[in-house]
């Protein structure tokens, strides 16, 4: 079983649309969560953080669930522009730095 | 704005070859990661140095991969013999952990092809 696991879509969804994605990690000792945007070709940047109480940051809001080992994020009134692959991102240890990468679920928006 | 840079940006090079990879951490940050991408297997972590020291190298096959920080401003990467199997897009990424880990920031890249 992988450690951080998501649906690799792809997601197709037309602009205005709300989507949702889910990720499961399989360690229950993590103790950060993110999420990273990798657009086509392009280097992983940190789209937002993921905490326990979640947050909001525009558009996008992101949950953790610790009891199911759970993260989501949602995209509100998706644009062309969030076109990319949404990686899930765990660290096992806050001070080590070592982060856990999930392979990856690919949203395409449409016209 | 503070970037991390990596050399060089593509490479093909034939079987057997050598490859060495380099890459410029952000000034200040003392957390730098090698990471490789391919389709089948994602993003993988390969190895990282804390203050220039290595930390983990378990995800980096041994027998052919090597990492090092020679200095504070550069790590380097090198694969010998290179092997079609290592072809992929190797990241390298650096970041500040003082109590807590603190964001990652990734480099551009070196796609490599071993043909």
């Known amino acids: 079983r992988k450690e951080v696991e998501q649906d690799p879509g792809p997601f197709n969804v037309p602009e205005g649309a709300t989507v949702a994605f889910n990720c499961t990690y399989s360690?229950?000792?993590?103790?950060?969560f993110f999420w990273y945007r990798q657009d086509c070709r392009k280097e992983p940047k940190l789209l937002m953080s993921?905490?326990?109480s979640g947050n909001e940051d525009g558009r996008f809001t992101a949950q953790l669930n610790r009891a199911s080992q759970y993260i989501s994020l949602l995209i509100r009134d998706s644009k062309l522009s969030d076109s990319a692959t949404y990686l899930c991102?765990?660290?096992?240890?806050?001070?080590?730095?070592?982060?856990?990468f999930g392979q990856g679920t690919t949203l395409q928006v449409k016209p | 704005d503070a970037r991390v840079t990596q050399t060089p940006r593509h490479k093909v090079t034939e079987m057997g070859q050598e490859v060495t990879m380099r890459c410029q951490p952000i000034l200040g940050h003392n957390t730098v990661f090698w990471y490789r991408q391919t389709m089948m297997q994602g993003l993988e972590l390969l190895a990282y140095?804390?203050?220039?020291?290595?930390?983990?190298d378990s995800g980096m096959p041994k027998d052919r991969f090597s990492a090092e920080m020679p200095d504070a401003t550069l790590a380097t990467l090198k694969i010998q013999p290179s092997e079609p199997r290592d072809s992929a897009v190797y990241f390298c990424?650096?970041?500040?952990?003082?109590?807590?880990?603190?964001?990652?920031?990734f480099g551009p890249g070196t796609r490599l092809l071993v043909l």
């Open positions: 993921v905490y326990s």
């Open positions: 140095f804390r203050n220039r020291a290595p930390l983990d």
């Open positions: 990424a650096s970041g500040l952990v003082r109590i807590v880990q603190e964001t990652q920031y």
């Open positions: 360690n229950s000792a993590s103790q950060s």
């Open positions: 991102v765990v660290n096992l240890t806050s001070n080590t730095g070592k982060l856990i």
